[in-house]
C-alpha cells in the first residue's frame, strides 16, 4: 500500500525558512519521480519542483533559486527546502510520487508566510 505522509509545515515570517519532508512507503522509492505542489486557496493546485530518480531535478520559476527539492533514498524520504519565503508561498503543500503509472499523494501540510 503506497503512502506518503508530509511534515514540517508551519507559521513563518516572510524571508525565513522551512524544510518539508515526505515519508514514503509501499514502492521502490529509489526508482520513482517525487514532486512538491502546493494549493493556495481558490487557486488550483501547482507544480512547484520535483526530482528524477537520476535526482536532476526542475522547478517552477516562482520558486526558482529559494527552494530546493532533494532525496534520501535510504530513508525513502524526499525533502523541500524552502528559503526566502514570502507570503504568496502560503498554501498547503502536497507530495506526490510518480508510481506504476499512477499518480498518489499524501494528505498535504500548510504553510503560512505572514508577519
Known amino acids: 500500500q503506497v503512502q506518503l505522509v508530509e511534515s514540517g509545515g508551519g507559521l513563518v515570517q516572510p524571508g525565513g525558512s522551512l524544510r518539508l519532508s515526505c515519508a514514503a512507503s509501499g514502492f521502490t522509492f529509489s526508482s520513482s519521480v517525487m514532486s512538491w505542489y502546493r494549493q493556495a486557496p481558490g487557486k488550483e493546485r501547482e507544480l512547484v519542483a520535483f526530482i528524477r530518480a537520476t535526482s536532476t531535478t526542475n522547478y517552477a520559476d516562482s520558486v526558482k533559486g529559494r527552494f530546493t527539492i532533494s532525496r534520501d533514498n535510504a530513508k525513502s524520504t524526499a525533502y523541500l527546502q524552502m528559503n526566502g519565503l514570502k507570503p504568496e508561498d502560503t498554501a498547503v503543500y502536497y507530495c506526490?510520487?510518480?508510481?506504476?503509472?499512477?499518480?498518489?499523494w499524501g494528505l498535504g501540510t500548510q504553510v503560512t508566510v505572514s508577519s
Open positions: 506526490n510520487g510518480w508510481i506504476g503509472g499512477q499518480f498518489y
